[in-house]
Each structure stands twice: as C-alpha cells, then as structure tokens.
C-alpha cells in the first residue's frame, strides 16, 4: 500500500472566516434572516472583557456583509434597532459591498449606490466615534467611487482624509491599511509606484510583530498578478523568476524576521497574511526549509484564493507545494 500524505487527510477550506467558528454561525444564521448571532459576535469586538477589538470587528463585519449584500436583512435589523451602531455598522459594509461589486460590473448608477453607501458610513461613524471600521470601510467605498473616472486632486484629499481618520483611531489597523494599499493598486486607483511607496513606508513605520510588515510581499502579488492579465498562459512572465528577485527575496526575509519571528497573538487574518509569506517563499524556491513547513502547519487547510489563483489553481497549487515541503524525498525530512 502506498505511503499516505499529508495531503490524503487534508480538504483546503477557503471559507473567509478563517477558522472563527462564531462567526460562520452568525453568518449563516443572517443569511437565513437570524440576526441574534451577528449582534453578538459584532457586540462582542466592540465591548469585549479585553477592549474593542478592531481588527476582529473589521473582519466580521466584512464577512458578514459579504454574505448578505443580495438580501435585505440587515436593513431589516437596522429599522428594528436604529440606535444599534453594530448594525449601523453591517447596514454601510453591505452597501459599500453593493456599490463595490457595481463599479466593477460597470452597472449604470454605480455612483448613486456609492454615495447612499458614504451617508450610511457617516451615520456609523457618528454613532461610534471611536471606532476606526467605518473609516476602513470608507477607504473601501473610495474605490468604488474613484474607479474608472478622472479623480482629481479633491478625490485624493478626501482618500488621505478618510485614512487619517482610521489611523487617529487604530494607527496600525491591519484591515484599513490594506484597503488603502489596494486604493492605490494600478488597476484601480493608483500606480505601481504610488503602490510601493506605500507598502515600503509603511512597512517600516510598523512595530515588530505587526501584520503590516506583509505589505510588500502583497505589492509584489499584485505587480505579477497585472502582468498576466490578458496574456495567453504561455507567454505569461514565469513566477519563478518573479519572486526570486534580489528584492522580494529580500522583503520575504524581513517578513520572516519582523513578522513571524515575534511572539505576537495572531490576528484576525493571520492565515491570509501567512498565505502571502508562503506563495512567496514556495515560488522562491525555499519550499524545502523548515519556515515554509511551520507555515504549512499554522496554516492547515485555509489556503486562500488569493494569491495563489495568480500563479495556477488555488486549491491544487496550494495541496502540490504543500506536498513538496512534507515529502519523503525532502533532504531534511
């Protein structure tokens, strides 16, 4: 009989939840018009026994929204409880993810939704002054107001105003920073260049152990993921040689260092973070090193699609290098 892998016991689960069990119940409890769950689980970031949780706060919300943008439960909930700011909350996320999905659609009146999306976010934003999650959420809704149109210069004070915010709130809010890096992506709002600079500021404007040291390696992601669009598989740039350059080589072992070599609690999306480190040190090839195998194993089975769906099939690019870290043929196994 041959040997078993790892790969025979494992099922790659990309559910967006990321392994937080209360909040794939609430979802599924929203989408079935059960509100009680989500109330709870966005309660729960925003008054906890420890503090707000903001980061947790973003993620949920997002996910939650996400699963709901085609229903009208959360307006439901929002007219039964008004003063309730986690359903403020939710009610602009499920707009902005509205407006969002329209502007890339090209939907006609995408702006109209955009901008009944900025109203609500104004609302949550009143309703919880301290809170930075609506000033994320805003820096997402920039996106879908900004795109395809000749922003000017008043459109980008108002981006840098929106993440001023965030930042007076949660200087270092993992979710925020990230929205505002994908703002500047080439094929939405931005350049590549405007894009770096970011990442690499900002990278090193954070404290050891922060998730924001990732940025780069998603700038990276990004600059081959726009290389082969449109572009025939077969004359697509091999990702080989993209991430085994000297400087992403180098950015992945500042990662190593400043990221995973902390003892700081994982975060809310630590698993996409460490997805990023991962696909970037496999197509580096240092598959065969001890790092990328504590990835495999914090990692278990949330691959994610991104990135990993820019160099082939998520799901069986992710099972194939995770077969190779763990073979028996490895040198060091």
Do not use: K
Not at 133 to 151: E, K
Request: include cysteine; aromatic fraction near 10%; charged fraction near 25%.
């Amino acid at each position: 009989m041959a040997a078993r892998t790892r790969n025979d016991v494992l099922r790659v689960n990309m559910d967006p939840a990321l392994g937080d069990l209360a909040l794939a119940e609430a979802r599924d409890a929203l989408a079935s018009g059960e509100w009680g769950p989500a109330r709870e689980v966005l309660a729960e970031t925003r008054t906890g026994d420890s503090g707000p949780q903001w980061d947790r706060r973003s993620h949920r919300v997002r996910v939650l929204a996400e699963a709901v943008a085609n229903s009208s439960w959360v307006e439901r909930w929002q007219v039964l409880e008004p003063v309730n700011p986690d359903a403020a909350l939710l009610r602009a996320q499920v707009e902005t993810v509205r407006a969002l999905r329209a502007s890339v659609s090209g939907t006609p009146g995408h702006w109209e939704t955009a901008a009944e999306a900025r109203e609500l976010c104004e609302h949550a934003a009143a309703m919880a002054p301290t809170d930075p999650t609506p000033w994320v959420i805003m820096l997402t809704l920039a996106r879908a107001a900004d795109r395809g149109v000749d922003a000017g210069q008043a459109d980008r004070d108002e981006f840098w105003r929106r993440w001023q915010e965030m930042r007076a709130r949660d200087a270092f809010n993992r979710d925020g920073h990230h929205e505002a890096l994908t703002y500047l992506f080439a094929a939405w709002c931005g350049s590549h260049a405007e894009m770096y600079d970011f990442a690499y500021w900002l990278a090193g404007q954070a404290r050891p152990g922060s998730p924001l040291a990732v940025l780069p390696l998603v700038a990276h992601a990004e600059v081959y993921r726009a290389a082969t669009v449109g572009t025939a598989p077969q004359r697509r740039p091999s990702p080989y040689a993209h991430w085994q350059r000297q400087l992403v080589s180098r950015d992945t072992d500042r990662v190593l260092r400043s990221w995973l070599g902390s003892a700081t609690v994982p975060h809310a999306q630590a698993d996409l973070d460490r997805n990023y480190l991962l696909h970037a040190l496999v197509y580096a090839g240092r598959v065969d090193c001890d790092e990328s195998r504590a990835l495999f194993d914090a990692i278990g089975s949330h691959a994610m699609r991104v990135p990993w769906s820019y160099t082939g099939d998520p799901v069986s690019s992710f099972l194939y290098w995770r077969e190779q870290a763990f073979s028996l043929d490895s040198p060091r196994r």
